[in-house]
């Protein structure tokens, strides 16, 4: 007698469980082993109450239809000849590459579903502390065993609750790709929850590290220009551009002349230059390519933002650069990527003693420099796409005056 045998025995005696439960145990394990291969729809019908389904014969389609749902379960299960040891549902190691190819098949942006590989890795695969989620039958797995592995990554990565949130996306998801196949109708992941206090806290990070101030944005337009003009590069026409347009890097680079209205001094938002990611059979990634999609982040909807003339003669700069090195696209930026951009700016950064900031902290300089002017929030929050003014003032708000300014300013406000 096996062990699962002994203790199945030990249960039924104590009376812990009885011969019923066995049973629809039973039931369960054999209607999830037919849903595993079973690709047709089962349903009950509304007026004689009988069960249905379709299963594949040589000529086509043919219907089935039982008394009862476990009778058409058993029907399937014979049909499909499944073995007793094949309708265990697997662990996540097991099921994990499945659900990613269907991930891939159901995701708009295939960049997200390579983010969570790389979770993947680092909080199950590679992770010691994941051994029981890894390799226990998912239906197995308790919440007590969840919240065990959670306590342990949350402190041995010191993750903030949205970090972990994004390590536990991972098996939550698979438990939703089952729930979907009808296969459970539980998300085991979802039901352990966790206190605030385990997390460490997330503080809104220091202005010098978010924004430019306005001595370091003028520094850098300056040199940009004369680069871009230098070595006919219109690459260093985007920094200045995002700086007075609050674009995302990636609404930039896929502008055209066309999308300017001098008239209105708007410009058209609809495009992004977006990365398009590709999975290949061995589980690794090919190289990133990119591609401008007529579409904008998250769904967002197109905008119009308006610009001064400063704009428009940054992207007259651009035309005039892209004419003499005979570029016929109509993109402004044709070929240029946000790796490209960053690494430039990175570089001007670096010879004016200015500490390194990306591309999109130009952005949170934009909206923080037009609300700490006085700007209504909602314009502000219009012009660069955001659908809610919590975001705006949450992440992209920070005091665009040095510390050395604010005491003046402070002891003057005190003395006065």
Known sequence: MSNAEIILNELLNSGIISEGDIRNLEDMKRKNAVLLVHDQRIWQGKNDRRWFTYIHVEDGRKRVAKKTEKELIDYLYDFYEIEENTYRVGTLKELYEEWIQYKLRTSSRASSVRRMDTDYKRFYLNEPLAEKILNTPLLMLTVADIKEWAYGIIKKYDLTRKGFNNARAIISQVYKYLMEKDITDRNTALQATFPSAIFRKERKKPASTQIFY????????????????????????????????GMRI????????????????????????????????????????????????????????????????????????????????????????????????????????????SPHKGRKTYISNLLNKGLDPDFVREQVGHKDLQTTYNSYTFSTTRKEKQLEQLEKALID
Request: charge should be negative; aromatic fraction near 4%; hydrophobic fraction near 40%.
């Open 214 to 245: 306005p001595e370091e944005l003028s520094a850098i337009t300056q040199v940009c220009l004369a680069k871009a003009k230098n070595r006919c590069d219109p690459a260093y026409i985007a920094i200045p551009l995002i700086f007075l347009t």
């Open 250 to 357: 990636g609404e930039c680079l896929a502008l055209t002349e066309s999308d300017c209205n001098r008239d209105i001094h708007t410009i058209s938002v609809s495009k992004m230059l977006s990365v398009q990611d590709v999975r290949n059979d061995d589980g690794t990634w090919s190289k990133r390519q990119f591609q401008i999609l007529d579409s904008l982040k998250c769904g967002s909807d197109p905008r119009d933002i308006m610009v001064t003339d400063q704009a428009f003669q940054l992207i007259d700069m651009a035309v005039e650069i892209n004419k003499k090195r005979l570029v016929l696209s109509p993109y402004l930026f044709e070929g240029i990527t946000e790796s490209n951009v960053q690494l430039k700016l990175r570089r001007i950064c670096k010879d004016l003693g200015i500490e390194c900031r």
